[in-house]
């Protein structure tokens, strides 16, 4: 286990609703970093908190959004669901020295938009 | 336009013999690669990571080899066994705090 916790671990939502997935990060580890994984694709980067800031975003539109709160646990928010919002959201935190390029990953969450 | 290619046919393979997985990557230079394990309805977890002045890397029965000329890395499992099967997953650098770009993954199947 990483020690990264993603809830719920499972959410079905309609076309058009809002939508807000947690993560905490494990202990240490100040950089979070939220992928949305499609069936049958690899991961694909969304964005980046680094201390509760922005740090990188990926091509996804702004519905999207993020934050992440003092003690590094991180939510991520999508605004006016769509059918192809259907996938596995995963959260992975990096700590701020040594293995710092390693992303350690939660078991994600996963969303079925109908 | 930027592509990591990893074979999408699952590699079925005889316990005790050497997977061998390819990623190939067009238009990124990174500084390092990674190779990520995941199984169904799980994170990816890491394997190995191997920097772009490293050859190869090495972690028990896992090697990780990368070519920068080539634009490849070859990931190999050897004396496989059938807890090894899952889906690997390439993943590149993409210009630094650890925004990684993935394969799409391929599967392993070892059969006893």
């Known amino acids: 286990e990483t020690g990264v916790t993603q809830s719920p671990t499972h959410l079905i939502k309609t076309r058009g609703q809002q939508v807000t997935l947690r993560c905490s990060s494990q202990s240490g580890h100040n950089t979070v970093s939220w992928y949305q994984q499609a069936l049958g694709q690899g991961p694909q980067f969304i964005f980046q908190y680094y201390r509760e800031e922005e740090n990188g975003r990926g091509n996804f539109p702004p519905r999207f959004s993020g934050l992440q709160f003092p003690n590094y646990s991180s939510e991520l928010n999508v605004n006016a669901l769509e059918l192809d919002d259907s996938a596995l959201y995963l959260c992975a935190s990096s700590p701020p020295t040594g293995a710092k390029n390693i992303q350690y990953f939660g078991a994600g969450t996963r969303l079925s938009v109908l | 336009s930027q592509k990591i290619e990893q074979n999408s046919e699952a590699l079925n393979i005889q316990e005790g013999k050497t997977a061998t997985l390819t990623c190939n990557y067009t238009?990124?230079?990174?500084?390092?690669l990674q190779w990520y394990r995941q199984d169904p309805g799980r994170g990816p977890v890491f394997l190995l990571l191997i920097r772009e002045n490293e050859k190869e890397k090495r972690k028990e029965r896992l090697k990780v080899t990368f070519d920068t000329t080539l634009k490849q890395s070859l990931f190999h499992i050897t004396a496989s066994q059938p807890a090894d099967s899952a889906t690997y997953l390439c993943a590149l650098d993409t210009g630094g705090n650890n925004r990684l770009a993935f394969g799409k993954g391929n599967q392993v199947v070892v059969i006893p």
């Open positions: 238009n990124y230079s990174p500084a390092y």
